[in-house]
Each structure stands twice: as structure tokens, then as C-alpha cells.
């Protein structure tokens, strides 16, 4: 029976396989959009927000601001088309602030109406944006670097954008709230260690070849003067009450 099939199948004759040269030519061109196909795609790129603002958007979202000086081009397409900028973000429930005078364009949580109610600024949550709180020292450092803005600005004008100061300048300011360890590669690893987290946030520059780091316009939003103003004073209290301590001790 087996052989009878293989028999069967070997007397059939081969169907003819070949193909055509025109067939192999329509079979290789692509299918042609039909007309209503090509329509909804041009409906679609015509509804697309122009190219320019698609970046200077993506660039906001990605590092948080936007500064004049580092990007120009990006920074001038955000300026120009504010409201256009601040309605991509609306449905993710962010908004972009300009600070055009120090040329700064940021990001900042929409508050709902209940939040709004509040009158912390810290008291807002977001599920795309991650708050970050600082530590004691990092806050500490952002006080003094905010101080050293300010006398900055006063001198050469808001807005001016070439505030620097040295690291071992900020190394003693530091130590007069938090102490000295005796150690000065300690102290300036920690002074640097600090300053690279501060960078982190937006807040200062890389230091360069002469060990200065350039303050950047971000300080001036980060946090309430008024707070920082009163971590100082708290500093100054508790660095006076244990050194009174040590005193007291000594004369033991």
C-alpha cells in the first residue's frame, strides 16, 4: 500500500513553478496607500507640535530647567511660545516658570485646588516627579552660596550671570555653623563632595581649573530665603550653646 502511494505521487506531473518576471516586479513594490490611509496621516502630521518646541520640551522634562546660557536656541523657542509650551505639560500636571531677567525657564508641580489651600510650598505630591528633601549640610551650603548670589546681584544686577566663588573661600563660611574636623583634605573633600551634589540639583557649575565654581540662576527659586535665613540662625544658636558646653567642661 505504502509503495502504491509513492507511485501515485511519482507519476503526477510537477506543476510549474516558475514565476514571471513581471510577477517578481508586483510582488517587490510595495502596496499602495490607499487614499484615505494617506489623508489620516497627513492629518496627523499636520496635528504635530512643531519640531523645535517638541525638543525644548523634552529638554525641560528632562533635566528640570532650562538656562539661556547653556542652551540659547532651546531656551528662545521656550520663551516665544509660553502658552504653547505650558499646555504640552498641562496634562501631566506641570507647568514651565519663566524667569526670563536671570534667563531660567523651570519646571513646577500644578497644585490641585486643595493644595492650593496650603500655604507650604513643600506640601505637593506627583507621581512623575521625585521630591528630594536636603540634607543638613547641603541645605547649609545652599544658604551660604545663595548669600554669596545675592551680594552678587546687588553689585552687578539681577540678572547678571558670572557669579563665582572659590572653594576655599566657602570652606571657612562652612566651618563657622558646623566646625572644624582639624583635617584640611577632610574638610575640602567634604566641601567638594557637597558641591557635586549641589550640581546635581542645578545649582552650580563644575569647578574649573582654579578650583571656583560658577553660583547658578536655579538658587535663586530653590528655596525660601526666609527659611534658609532661619537655618543659619539655628546653626549659629546650637554651634554657641556647645561651645559654651565644652567650656563649661574645660573649666571641670
Do not use: C
Amino acid at each position: 500500500m505504502v509503495a502504491n502511494i509513492f507511485d501515485e505521487i511519482t507519476r503526477r506531473p510537477l506543476q510549474d513553478t516558475t514565476v514571471s518576471s513581471e510577477e517578481r516586479e508586483s510582488e517587490s513594490e510595495p502596496i499602495a496607500e490607499t487614499g484615505t490611509e494617506k489623508e489620516n496621516q497627513e492629518v496627523i502630521d499636520s496635528a504635530r507640535t512643531d519640531k523645535r518646541l517638541r525638543e525644548s520640551a523634552q529638554e525641560l522634562l528632562r533635566l528640570g530647567l532650562l538656562e539661556e546660557s547653556h542652551r540659547p536656541n532651546l531656551y528662545r523657542v521656550a520663551i516665544a511660545h509660553m502658552t504653547a509650551l505650558n499646555a504640552i505639560l498641562e496634562p501631566l500636571d506641570l507647568a514651565a516658570q519663566a524667569d526670563d531677567i536671570r534667563g531660567l525657564i523651570f519646571i513646577r508641580v500644578r497644585k490641585t485646588e486643595a493644595e492650593e489651600n496650603i500655604e507650604s510650598q513643600d506640601d505637593w505630591s506627583h507621581p512623575l516627579v521625585r521630591k528630594q528633601r536636603l540634607t543638613l549640610e547641603q541645605s547649609l551650603l545652599v544658604a551660604i552660596l545663595r548669600q554669596h548670589f545675592v551680594a552678587y546681584e546687588q553689585e552687578a544686577g539681577t540678572g547678571a550671570s558670572a557669579a563665582m566663588v572659590a572653594v576655599d573661600e566657602l570652606i571657612p563660611q562652612f566651618q563657622l555653623y558646623m566646625g572644624d574636623s582639624g583635617s584640611e583634605a577632610r574638610e575640602r573633600n567634604r566641601m567638594l563632595q557637597l558641591l557635586d551634589q549641589l550640581k546635581g540639583h542645578g545649582l552650580v557649575s563644575e569647578p574649573d581649573a582654579h578650583e571656583r565654581v560658577a553660583i547658578r540662576p536655579m538658587i535663586a527659586h530653590l528655596a525660601n530665603p526666609e527659611n534658609l535665613q532661619a537655618l543659619l540662625q539655628e546653626l549659629k544658636v546650637r554651634l554657641a550653646v556647645e561651645d559654651d558646653g565644652a567650656q563649661a567642661e574645660g573649666a571641670e
